[in-house]
């Protein structure tokens, strides 16, 4: 049965009383974080991290002030997206302890912890007076992100969620109103149906292309399952029969997404169908295109914002600064697509060390600092995240920006996230990438479907119930 962490966090409290012992209940979480890694000078622990951008927070900024502040030096291993999990699960099989502390996506966790992989983080919590902080993490991540069973085992750390980026001008026309009005009957605003996205998208190619194009929308297959996952349900889509535990993929809401993506990319520019994620935001910041379903950093590069740092020479300046719209995307759900918790390596051997540090890295104070540097890709997580006077002064729309990445948050839809969820996810990035090839839908999403029955056979159809039902019972695994 699943029970709120909030009624968790009400329990520990009642337990310990008002008055528990200790230096633990002084100053911050940051600060009491940092008083009592002191202790651990002159030791090192290792990090595993998404390379590229998303490592840049830890090399130049939270790694050095930790290591300035505790004297304990923190060593950054950077590791490519597809390789975290399996580095991972090897190095616990192999009872290694090469890493200390671990990024892990939400949707890893069950197979982690199974494997008994994660140091569970309940006693850290209550140790360091952690429980209060943590509950300032925006409900949906906190509810769903940190624990797994009954245990905590990751600390919410990134704000990942898919939004749609739309050029407010070209929206706003007067021209552009009272023609689509008049064609379509209804006012152009952002669409609230794929229906109406596809809609706006051929009206503003028909009337611009091939300077610009209705959306643009990356199409290969590193993350495509996650646009999938998000039209899946927003058609009514469930991935499993619950009773006979065989995948619904290739029903009628799996038919609907597929076809649906490839009829939007009708709209978009030539080639869309091999465009990733490079290609489709130069084509936004560039003006080439209407519409764009993306991450929230999109936002704040759109604005310019650091663009004059160094590290941003790969992104093209933006050609559309003031003039870009927030909104959900189209269909009732935001994909809460990949994201990071903070966790601990069972088989650390700096254990209280690394809790220190995920601790300090995710308090109130420290993350906002994190949330904000133009460089690294971690997005607002937290109530005080989307509050912040400092982050809504940014630039102008800032204050919508984070108001539309709070409704997000709260309407987000899950990834999936079962026993060995990477291999089911393996199967849909392929079946999408034959869809984008024109291949028919049907077919390749009962081949899917067989792929995935096939899965759960050899994982077992008991033990992949329980954890779908886990999963599938948690707020917004599916639209409510």
């Not at 007076?129 to 925006?138: D, S």
């Not at 009206?203 to 643009?216: D, R, V």
Request: charged share 20%; with cysteine.
């Amino acid at each position: 049965m699943y029970r709120p962490l909030s009624a968790v966090f009400a329990a520990l409290v009642f337990a310990l009383g008002p008055c528990a012992p200790g230096p633990a209940q002084a100053g911050s979480a940051a600060e009491r974080a940092v008083e009592a890694a002191r202790a651990y000078a002159g030791t090192e622990i290792t990090v595993v991290w998404e390379e590229g951008l998303q490592a840049l927070d830890p090399l130049t900024y939270s790694a050095p002030l930790w290591e300035e502040l505790t004297g304990i030096r923190v060593r950054i291993v950077e590791v490519s997206i597809d390789e975290i999990y399996p580095r991972i699960l090897q190095n616990h099989r192999a009872g290694g302890s090469a890493y200390d502390v671990l990024n892990v996506m939400p949707s890893w966790m069950p197979d982690l912890v199974s494997a008994g992989a994660l140091e569970p983080l309940d006693d850290a919590i209550a140790r360091y007076g952690y429980g209060e902080e943590l509950a300032g993490i925006a409900p949906t991540y906190l509810e769903n992100q940190a624990r797994v069973g009954d245990r905590i085992y990751g600390l919410p750390d990134d704000g990942d969620v898919f939004l749609l980026f739309y050029r407010r001008d070209l929206f706003e026309d007067a021209a552009n109103r009272a023609a689509f009005e008049e064609r379509f009957g209804y006012p152009l605003a952002p669409p609230a149906t794929w229906q109406q996205y596809d809609e706006i998208a051929q009206f503003f190619t028909e009337k611009y292309a091939p300077q610009l194009y209705g959306a643009g929308q990356f199409r290969d297959k590193v993350y495509l399952h996650l646009l999938f996952q998000q039209r899946f349900r927003a058609a009514g889509g469930r991935f499993f029969d619950l009773e006979t535990m065989r995948a619904t993929i290739n029903g009628p809401a799996g038919i609907a997404a597929f076809e649906g993506m490839r009829e939007s990319n009708r709209h978009m520019p030539p080639g869309i169908e091999t465009w990733g994620l490079l290609e489709t935001m130069s084509a936004f910041l560039a003006g080439e295109t209407a519409m764009l379903i993306f991450w929230p950093p999109m936002g704040r590069w759109a604005e310019g914002y650091g663009e004059d740092d160094l590290v941003f020479s790969w992104i093209p300046p933006s050609q559309i600064a003031g003039r870009v719209g927030y909104a959900l995307p189209p269909g009732g759900g935001a994909q809460l697509a990949v994201g990071y918790s903070l966790a601990v390596s069972a088989t650390s051997q700096n254990k209280e060390a690394a809790q220190l540090f995920i601790q300090w890295l995710n308090s109130e104070e420290i993350s906002l600092e994190r949330v904000q540097l133009p460089y690294a890709l971690r997005d607002p997580f937290r109530l005080s995240h989307f509050e912040s006077a400092a982050y809504r002064a940014r630039w102008p729309g800032a204050p919508d920006y984070l108001e539309r990445l709070r409704e997000a948050a709260a309407a987000g839809l899950l990834d999936l996230s079962i026993l060995q969820v990477d291999r089911y996810d393996a199967v849909l990035r392929d079946a999408g990438s034959r869809v984008m090839d024109g291949e028919d839908v049907k077919a390749v999403l009962d081949e899917a479907a067989a792929a995935w029955d096939a899965l759960t056979r050899e994982i077992g159809a008991d033990r992949q119930r329980a954890a779908y039902l886990s999963w599938s019972e948690k707020p917004n695994a599916y639209r409510q």
